[in-house]
């Protein structure tokens, strides 16, 4: 496993749980970004395991498990917030989930619903069918009419390892609890990535409770002053 490992990832920030701070990490903007620089990233961005401020989100393909489309994220042309999840979390992902619904309610109050995606990714694509990912979404409070949720489900679980903890740094591991095949949970970090369209990421919120307001209103600088002559 490359520099997003897991082991890395508790290791060096303690991600699982956690929202300390580094303050003044960054020398130089990098290239692409509309926000200023985050007050809160731990650590330089080619130090974290998962892609953060100024770096381009990696490249995957992903069917929707709500539809019978496929995500390609070299052809995403608007802003994005995207994160790992699976729908039989027992905490955090539930909590997750309803704030990224929150977020969406926000974002079409705001009149901005054809400018963002909303990109939850399941590493649990065993249990997670279509049914499984449309019940969690519509309890969590997303509108799926307003067609800007996809729940992005890897066709195997080493599908999901090779996007989600390998590429995008989400990692996860699987943790049995009894003899029977379906019943186990997954230790995982809760990171959500904020992407401005031309797919470099802008913010890398951790945990949990991530602050619809706040996210709101990046979204809101990102769609506002992004500009392709510039940030491409």
């Avoid at 019978?68 to 995207?82: E, G, K």
């Avoid at 995008?168 to 990535?193: A, C, K, N, P, Q």
């Avoid at 470099?200 to 949990?208: H, K, Q």
């Avoid at 769609?223 to 510039?230: H, Q």
Wanted: proline share 6%.
């Amino acid at each position: 496993m490359d520099r997003r490992s897991y082991l890395s990832a508790v290791a060096t920030t303690g991600l699982i749980g956690t929202a300390g701070c580094l303050t003044d990490v960054f020398d130089d903007e990098p290239d692409g970004v509309v926000l200023d620089e985050p007050d809160d990233q731990l650590a330089d961005s080619e130090d974290l395991p998962y892609p953060a401020y100024g770096e381009a989100l990696p490249e995957f393909e992903l069917p929707d498990g709500l539809s019978n489309s496929v995500f390609d994220s070299t052809a995403m042309d608007r802003t994005a917030l995207l994160t790992g999840v699976f729908t039989f979390c027992p905490d955090e992902c539930g909590v997750l989930l309803n704030r990224f619904a929150g977020v969406q309610s926000l974002v079409d109050d705001l009149d901005r619903t054809d400018d963002v995606l909303f990109l939850p990714i399941t590493f649990d694509p065993e249990r997670d069918d279509e049914t499984a990912l449309r019940e969690s979404s519509e309890m969590m409070g997303a509108d799926l009419s307003l067609g800007n949720w996809k729940f992005l489900r890897p066709e195997t679980p080493e599908r999901a390892r090779t996007v989600v903890r390998d590429r995008l740094g989400i990692d996860f591991e699987r943790t049995d609890e009894s003899d029977r095949v379906d019943h186990y949970d997954f230790l995982h970090i809760v990171v959500t990535l904020l992407v401005n369209p031309g797919g470099v990421v802008e913010r890398a919120y951790r945990g949990e409770n991530i602050d619809p307001e706040k996210v709101i209103d990046d979204i809101d600088d990102i769609v506002t002053n992004y500009d392709p002559a510039i940030h491409d």
